[in-house]
């Protein structure tokens, strides 16, 4: 419900964002943002798309003033909250609209949330700053929220860690956060990107709700343009940081004037040929059980256990992809650690033949330089203190494969060239890259090692749709050229049905459904996957 005539209640006007660099005594300015303006309403929801680097979480960063100024300054802008401005406002002002009138959900939560406190105390902190809540009513409050946003069993989660966490997990511990104080206006960058189709379904329906009964003004930044289309009112889309085009939503999706909105709207996974039979196996494992035993007490007795895993069998062929599906915690990472032999587990598993439990010391360090993995968060996955070339050799030291510094020097150009990513900037840190060419280098972190068996985990997730749809050709290429096996890991069932020759459907642990991925895309047997799809597909409807 667009709320177009009524007095904005977040209005941003000529906002430019600029960054100070200083490289052997000379300064350098970087414009990024370059005079966005927009008015957001009570009761409406306002999408700024783009693709990655286009400067919307940027815009978004800087209505709360979280950039790091003073190197982050700018330029030209206004920007106001109920009249109030908020370019260059003093700590107490910002202190008390920031989680209190204005929240923000953050795009990557692990990195967003502290490491060093349990999940409790992270949501309890901003009750008791802004309502003043301590004790059983803030505990009460918090496995309310924690319950809203579809955590199973929240209480039993108040004293977990964020690293005990599933992606999914920790992105709805970050929305709970967000909601806990009932903003005015909530600024939710990618709030769906680590969640899988069900609950993304489920925390939509939760935001409108709140959105009515709260007359809350959204501006949501994502890549996700079928959620757009969903759940938006307008849309302003963004290209290197300037304003492409902006109007009602339907009026976007269905008359867009700009070639770039044009694109963006087009861009779709791209499909390819499936691969020739094969009889040979890379990897197989029967009956595989991943339990994880909760102990208390005094002595740590095992008084339960946590059942991640049960009874997995596959098979992974050369040159195939499979793909596993699933709802956040449902263990579809935990599988691919325990076939990586990064956890322990119980069953069978075999590489290239071998029984991979009988391998100790050097023969499993070889087996684990052929299956590589590429994580769901690029940004927490590369060290930020390492530069691209460090980050990228790092397994050639590891593995003791190259000792000469002009010729590894020359390895790390070569695979970065492979990633499409130009070598002249291997030098330079992660956060001096977008999401997708972050991505870029966790993949060439991994090739670099020329493994047989790439594990995938949410390789996508975090990337808009025209960054995706590269990534995806990148690896086709990738796996057509050097006969590389994948296990796709992922909640974008548009994506796996686009790449996974085989799937594996799983829910708390247990795998539900698996064969071919176009038959059971076509036909699925079991009512979850069937939900599954029809939450996925319908999504766009």
Do not use: C
Request: proline share 5%; hydrophobic share 40%; no cysteine.
């Amino acid at each position: 419900m667009s709320a177009a005539g009524n007095k904005p209640v977040l209005t941003v006007e000529e906002l430019s964002v600029s960054f100070r660099s200083r490289e052997r005594q000379h300064e350098f300015i970087s414009n990024v943002v370059k005079k966005v303006g927009f008015e957001l309403h009570a009761g409406e929801t306002l999408a700024l798309v783009g693709e990655s680097g286009s400067g919307k979480s940027l815009t978004a960063l800087s209505i709360l003033q979280l950039l790091p100024y003073p190197q982050a300054f700018h330029p030209t802008g206004s920007i106001r909250y109920q009249g109030t401005e908020l370019v260059g406002a003093d700590a107490d002002t910002l202190r008390r609209i920031r989680g209190n009138d204005i929240s923000m959900i953050f795009q990557e939560p692990m990195t967003a949330l502290n490491p060093l406190h349990v999940i409790e105390k992270q949501i309890a902190e901003s009750l008791a700053l802004h309502q003043g809540l301590s004790g059983d009513a803030a505990r009460a409050k918090i496995i309310e929220l924690l319950e809203q946003v579809g955590i199973q069993d929240p209480a039993s989660r108040l004293g977990a860690w964020p690293h005990q966490l599933s992606g999914g997990q920790r992105q709805r511990v970050m929305i709970a956060m967000a909601l806990a104080n009932l903003p005015e206006v909530l600024l939710a960058d990618e709030p769906t990107t680590a969640l899988d189709v069900t609950v993304q379904a489920k925390i939509l329906a939760l935001l409108k709700d709140l959105q009515r009964s709260n007359n809350l003004g959204i501006l949501l930044i994502t890549h996700d343009l079928n959620m757009v289309r969903k759940v938006a009112d307008r849309v302003l889309v963004m290209q290197d940081g300037k304003m492409v085009e902006r109007g009602p939503t339907k009026q976007i999706f269905q008359r867009p004037r700009e070639d770039y909105t044009k694109l963006l709207l087009s861009a779709e996974p791209p499909s390819r040929e499936p691969p020739a039979p094969a009889e040979d196996r890379i990897i197989e494992a029967e009956h595989l059980r991943i339990w994880f035993p909760i102990k208390r007490g005094v002595f740590r007795r095992t008084v339960g256990h946590v059942k991640a895993v049960n009874n997995a069998s596959l098979v992974l062929k050369p040159g195939h992809t499979l793909g596993i599906v699933g709802e956040s915690g449902s263990g579809k990472t935990t599988l691919a650690l325990a076939l990586m032999r990064l956890i322990s587990s119980e069953g069978k598993m075999s590489f290239l033949g071998r029984d991979m439990r009988e391998m100790e010391g050097d023969e499993l360090k070889a087996m684990r330089r052929q299956l590589q993995m590429v994580f769901q968060d690029p940004y927490g996955s590369l060290s930020p203190r390492m530069p691209v070339t460090d980050i990228v050799s790092e397994g050639l030291d590891a593995h003791g494969l190259i000792t000469d510094p002009a010729e590894r020097d020359r390895r790390v150009v070569e695979i970065l060239k492979e990633v499409e990513i130009d070598p002249v900037v291997r030098h330079r840190y992660p956060h001096e890259f977008s999401g997708g060419q972050r991505q870029r280098i966790a993949i060439a972190r991994a090739l670099i090692l020329e493994p047989r068996v790439l594990f995938l985990d949410e390789p996508t997730s975090a990337l808009d749709r025209t960054v995706q749809v590269q990534v995806l050709q990148l690896l086709n290429r990738i796996q057509r050229e050097h006969n590389l096996s994948y296990v796709f890991i992922s909640h974008d069932l548009s994506v796996v049905r686009a790449i996974a020759d085989d799937l594996i459907v799983m829910k708390n642990g247990d795998v539900l459904e698996q064969g071919n991925a176009r038959e059971i895309f076509a036909s699925p047997a079991h009512e979850y996957t069937r939900a599954l799809l029809d939450a996925a597909f319908n999504l766009a409807a």
